[in-house]
């Protein structure tokens, strides 16, 4: 039989297929857009400083409260990743189809507190019922939106059950974010608010002058997930990286409790 004269050509088809086939799987991409509720505001910032050093990647970070960024989500705003101060968010999320399967995790607790302008720091006493209405005077208490944002409607519960809420309601004033009700007491525009602790971490202008008990509301998780219609690999990668020690440890710096420990 004569030679083949494409043998040499077909073998070196042959090896390529098998080079590529053998090859590892290409990096999941590290460039993430992150929708996240504003009370990690600080901590991402730290934790996409530690992802480009460890990936070479940028986080494009998104912060309003879960309420806007579950609807801006729902809309089809590009998202890679949801992490949201409320389970209930991310239920409405879920329930619209756009959660990866199996990506969804509780990542952080928090707990609320009672802050005031570091210059007026004396503690305050919840178990009182007039202490908290004397402190406000004629001035505001600040909150997160009561009826949309998780920080607003725990503060309300938790004024609610605490006794506190009819009288408290006349001055309470809203805003669309938790960090926007902390700011409101850290420029003076408002002598009291409910913030979490890690946004009392955050801000050094303001003092915590009480706790709220952690019974007077529902526990407060931030679960995280993957977005389906986002970049899901690179998305399911971030998310292991939030698990890692390097980022419990920011995590923990400002604030955050994580669950089981």
Request: glycine fraction near 10%; proline fraction near 5%; hydrophobic fraction near 55%.
């Given at each position: 039989m004569p030679p083949r004269p494409d043998l040499p050509r077909r073998l070196r088809a042959g090896f390529a297929a098998l080079a590529l086939a053998l090859a590892p799987a290409a990096a999941p991409a590290q460039?993430?857009?992150?929708?996240?509720?504003?009370?990690?505001?600080?901590?991402?910032?730290?934790?996409?400083?530690?992802?480009?050093?460890?990936?070479?990647?940028?986080?494009?970070?998104?912060?309003?409260?879960?309420?806007?960024?579950?609807?801006?989500?729902?809309?089809?705003a590009p998202a890679d990743v949801f992490i949201s101060a409320s389970p209930a968010w991310m239920d409405t999320v879920a329930a619209a189809g756009l959660v990866a399967e199996g990506s969804r995790s509780d990542l952080l607790t928090n707990s609320l507190v009672v802050v005031a302008g570091a210059a007026d720091a004396a503690p305050l006493d919840l178990a009182d019922p007039?202490?908290?209405?004397?402190?406000?005077?004629?001035?505001?208490?600040?909150?997160?939106l009561i009826e949309a944002v998780p920080a607003g409607i725990y503060a309300r519960q938790a004024l609610a059950n605490l006794g506190l809420w009819d009288a408290v309601a006349p001055r309470v004033v809203e805003s669309d974010n938790v960090r926007a009700a902390l700011a409101l007491v850290a420029v003076g525009a408002a002598p009291v608010g409910i913030v979490y602790a890690s946004d009392a971490v955050a801000e050094p202008r303001v003092a915590v002058i009480a706790a709220?008990?952690?019974?007077?509301?529902?526990?407060?998780?931030?679960?995280?997930?993957?977005?389906?219609?986002?970049?899901?690999?690179?998305?399911?990668?971030?998310?292991?990286?939030?698990?890692?020690?390097?980022?419990?440890a920011v995590f923990r710096a400002q604030g955050f409790g994580l669950p089981g420990g």
């Open positions: 460039d993430l857009t992150v929708l996240a509720a504003a009370s990690l505001g600080t901590a991402l910032d730290e934790i996409a400083t530690l992802w480009a050093a460890e990936t070479g990647g940028t986080l494009t970070l998104v912060l309003a409260g879960s309420s806007a960024l579950a609807r801006q989500i729902e809309a089809g007039g202490a908290l209405p004397a402190r406000i005077g004629d001035g505001r208490l600040s909150l997160a709220v008990p952690p019974e007077a509301h529902d526990p407060i998780l931030y679960p995280a997930a993957a977005i389906a219609t986002g970049d899901m690999a690179g998305a399911r990668a971030f998310l292991t990286f939030l698990q890692s020690e390097a980022a419990a």
